[in-house]
């Protein structure tokens, strides 16, 4: 039987979340002898992007560069279209990539869709099912669903709700989340102790006899009273606890301007820009629990092993949640306080979530698209 044409597909990403999920299915689709791969990176953001992709080897074929200063939603979205649409109308893909519920990949998605290329959306059917948490993440995964010919989901629960949305059963196929790929690469590098020593070259300060509590909190939606709440609970945590927080605070000048208005100089607490990939690894695999927002750590810590605190009122990660590994506590002052002392003062709670378990993923994820999208490696 013949293998048929090669398949010509496009891969796009604009944030560093995405890169991460992306790298390992670039890899594989580049190791399919059937696939013609290009990579565009929209340059959403920029600082925090180029360090991953250095790590994991990825080449970029088309760089956008659509970032500018305080750029609006808007902005973002009208550049990523009309960049994008200049890359598909040259290389005219068979598949146009895009991963999760960034600005950019619905503006792919959409792109693709108006040159009526075919659309391969990695991280499909997640819901919180409340279009303003996460804001504006939740409308972005919904649209982009809208124009997606194969959805390539990461749990099961992500595929009852695509199904429930109307989409064509054979259109789903549930392959895990591609970050247990990156993780489980990274954590081979961090494995070896020349790199190890490598990635925490920097942070010498760390305190080994004190618990490190690593804290991300960059959401839109809990922009204003909500953010200061959560960074007054953790300057209140760290005063109370021998511990020591390390916070790597996002770019975002609506992010940092509460953070160090309210966390700089507090004793316990350490703000640091943002890290590379590996180091954030290197932190949360060290970490007693982290707190966050995120919901790509809510998966990494997952798979480490490191219990998490979600700051925010919603996820739409529940199956870690729902393992007993991670927990809801809001932006509540009192709540964040509560289950980060219990954390640290009650061993029973804390080996009750200081588990790994694999609801995100086996590491195969990237596999099972290439061959999807590809064919296998060998015939």
Known sequence: MSAGPPARILVVFGTR???????????????????????????????MVDAVLSFFGVTVDEDLAIMQPGQSLNGVASRALAG???????????????????????????????????????????????????????????????VTDLHFCPTAQARENLLAEGHAPGAIQVVGNTVVDALHLAVAKLDDPAVEREVA?????????????????????SFGAPFRDLCLAIRELARRNAVQVVYPVHLNPNVRGPVFD???????????????????VWLARRSRFIL????????????????????RVVTERRESVD?????????????????SERLLNDEAAYRAMARTVDVYGDGRSSQRIADALA?????
């Open 375 to 379: 064919g296998p490696i060998t015939a």
């Open 323 to 339: 393992a007993g590994v991670s927990r809801l506590v809001g932006t509540d002052r009192g709540a964040i306080l509560e289950w």
């Open 17 to 47: 979340p995405e890169a991460i999920k992306l790298a390992p299915v670039i890899a594989a689709l580049r190791a399919r002898p059937r696939a013609e791969v290009r990579v565009c990176l929209t340059g959403q953001h920029r600082e």
């Open 262 to 280: 309210l966390l700089g100089g507090a004793p316990g607490v350490r703000l640091v820009d943002p890290v590379a990939y590996p180091t954030l």
């Open 84 to 146: 994008v649409d200049r890359v598909l109308g040259a290389f005219a893909p068979d598949w146009t990539v895009v991963q999760g519920d960034t600005t950019t990949a619905f503006a792919a998605a959409l792109a693709a869709f108006h040159r009526r290329v075919k659309v391969a959306h990695v991280e499909a059917g997640l819901r919180s099912h409340d279009r303003f948490k996460p804001y504006p993440e939740e409308v972005n995964r919904v649209m982009t669903a809208a």
């Open 201 to 221: 070259r920097g942070h010498e300060w760390l305190d080994p006899e004190k618990p490190l509590v690593l804290v991300t909190g960059h959401r839109r939606e």
């Open 292 to 311: 966050t927002d995120s919901g790509g750590i809510q998966e990494e810590a997952a798979a480490l092993g490191r219990p998490v605190l979600v700051m």
